[in-house]
């Protein structure tokens, strides 16, 4: 026992002697190392979870308190070291010393023409989406930074040595592991992730000037085109209608006003919004990519790329989505239904106009029934296309008019809008379908552009106390479709609020047109907005 007890003792001195070695004193700590080619000095970050950073860690072993993780020699303490490798992991996850550098011998190879970060961040070698790095001279992403990583063997495979992290926006040269700290790359950092202040949202619809691309070509702010992907034009004009709302465009401009929402959609619709609006982009036009993408998960492939969908019940779904990712758990309120909703008094009737239910019904947008187009037509009017004035198809809602309705069962029923709301949505019922085939109704419908004044059309609800009821509306969103049913194109007209211009975009194409030719073609969607009170 006594043995034991004396052996005990030793081993407790020497584990002692090995603790007092890997924590010296501040006197025995060897100089500060000094940077040939450093301005700045050391740089303490968090970790930043990079898994290959953390590797060498547990390659290398202890750091002491002044050293670095760039290559930098320690010539005192490398056997303790070697020693104790766990007290190294945690000083190196607690915090990292890097070392700052504002020249970089390598920055005249940042190639500003093949930067396109409107793909999803995933790894071009691994397909992971974790601490991703875009290579700032061949544009391709590759994870990590550490010795072992994807964008480290590029680095040394291609001769690519910049690099900037997809979350963080910080650039670093590889291999040799410094960050680069030079004002040139703002603009870099600005494309990445557009930002926006509050004075800037303010002045957007005030501006005229033009922007310019690398590429020379010029283009406006907030009238870019987008990418058809693969028969996601009906995305494209859902996306450029919505970018005309005002109130939810300085919404998603601004990414604190969402920042409680954890739904991918909601980030990315945030970040095209940004970069639809962008003033500094490389290029006129905008990728979706990563917003389709993250429509295809949230809607369980009932939208994705390669397969047409009517806007309508795209953009039906994408405003309830939105609204149910946005409200607060407390009252059921977001920026869709403070633009959008409205409501609607139905009441529903048998046989001889006995009422059988009245209830509320809050709506988004209202649906509108077109005339069904003669069956036949003599020899002088067989090119002429029937027309129906938006006054005859608004009637639907004047609480009088019976509407037949098959779902979900047979009934007749009599709509009233018993509240307007901020941004009006019209949906023309184009399209029918049945079993065998789908059929489109030509007519067209003739509509004001300015100056829509809902009381010539409908009985107003009551105004609330001494406020007046606003009725008059502008369109600001136009779309069409062009074409057979189940084929065909979309695009939009909208208005450009700073220039009371009228727009053509048909997803790359964007083109000035004259208001007269919005009215020509066969209209499927339209958001109008409320005038102001004078």
Not at 105 to 126: A, W
Not at 240 to 261: G, K
Not at 308 to 334: G, I
Not at 515 to 532: D, G, H, N, R
Request: hydrophobic share 35%; net charge negative; aromatic share 8%.
């Amino acid at each position: 026992m006594k043995f034991r007890r004396e052996e005990e003792k030793i081993e407790d001195e020497d584990v002692a002697k090995r603790l007092k070695l890997v924590q010296p004193s501040t006197a025995s700590l060897p100089p500060r190392p000094e940077f040939n080619n450093a301005i700045l000095p050391l740089a303490i970050y968090e970790d930043d979870g990079d898994e290959d950073d953390v590797k060498m860690y547990l390659d290398n072993g202890v750091e002491d308190q002044e050293g670095n993780e760039n290559g930098i020699d320690h010539q005192e303490g490398e056997e303790e070291e070697d020693e104790d490798d766990e007290i190294g992991v945690a000083q190196g996850q607690r915090n990292r010393m890097i070392e700052l550098r504002r020249d970089c011998p390598y920055l005249d190879t940042v190639n500003r023409q093949v930067l396109d970060f409107d793909f999803e961040r995933f790894c071009s070698v691994s397909l992971s989406n974790l601490n991703v790095y875009a290579c700032l001279v061949c544009g391709k992403y590759f994870q990590g930074r550490g010795q072992k990583s994807h964008a480290y063997t590029h680095s040394l495979e291609a001769g690519h040595h910049v690099y900037i992290n997809m979350q963080t926006e910080k650039v670093y040269c590889l291999p040799d592991g410094y960050e680069i700290n030079d004002p040139s790359l703002e603009d870099i950092r600005h494309v990445l992730n557009p930002r926006f202040s509050w004075e800037q949202v303010d002045q957007l619809d005030k501006i005229r000037q033009w922007s310019r691309a690398l590429d020379g070509s010029d283009y406006l702010p907030g009238m870019v085109g987008l990418n058809n992907i693969k028969e996601t034009d009906f995305v494209n004009v859902t996306i450029q209608s919505l970018m005309r709302v005002t109130p939810l465009r300085n919404f998603f401009l601004i990414p604190e006003n969402y920042a409680h929402s954890k739904s991918p959609l909601v980030q990315c619709f945030g970040e095209l919004t940004r970069k639809i609006w962008h003033a500094r982009n490389f290029k006129g036009q905008v990728s979706p990519h990563e917003f389709l993408q993250a429509v295809m998960i949230a809607s369980t492939k009932r939208f994705k790329i390669g397969s047409q969908a009517d806007p309508v019940e795209f953009m039906s779904w994408l405003l309830n989505k939105l609204h149910e990712k946005l409200k607060s758990s407390k009252r059921n309120h977001s920026i869709i239904h403070e633009c959008f909703q409205g409501e609607l008094e139905v009441v529903r009737t048998e046989g001889t106009n006995v009422v059988t239910e009245t209830s509320r019904m809050p709506t988004l947008m209202l649906g509108l029934d077109l005339p069904p187009p003669p069956l036949f037509q003599d020899v002088m009017e067989k090119n002429i296309i029937p027309q129906v004035p938006l006054f005859n198809i608004l009637k639907k809602f004047d609480g009088e008019s019976v509407t037949e309705v098959v779902r979900p069962c047979i009934a007749r029923m009599r709509y009233r809008v018993i509240k307007l709301p901020r941004y009006l949505i019209l949906h023309m019922r184009r399209f029918t379908r049945n079993n065998f085939f789908v059929e489109k109704n030509p007519t067209l419908v003739n509509f004001p552009v300015k100056n829509l004044e809902l009381k010539d059309y409908i009985p107003l609800p009551a105004p609330k106390g001494k406020e007046k009821v606003r009725s008059k509306y502008d369109l600001i969103a136009n779309i069409v479709h062009d074409g057979k049913p189940g084929e065909g194109s979309y695009r939009v007209f909208v208005q450009r609020k700073s220039e009371e211009l009228r727009y053509e975009m048909q997803d790359l194409h964007v083109s000035e047109t004259l208001p007269q030719m919005v009215a020509l073609s066969e209209t499927y969607v339209q958001i109008y907005e409320q005038q102001e009170q004078h």
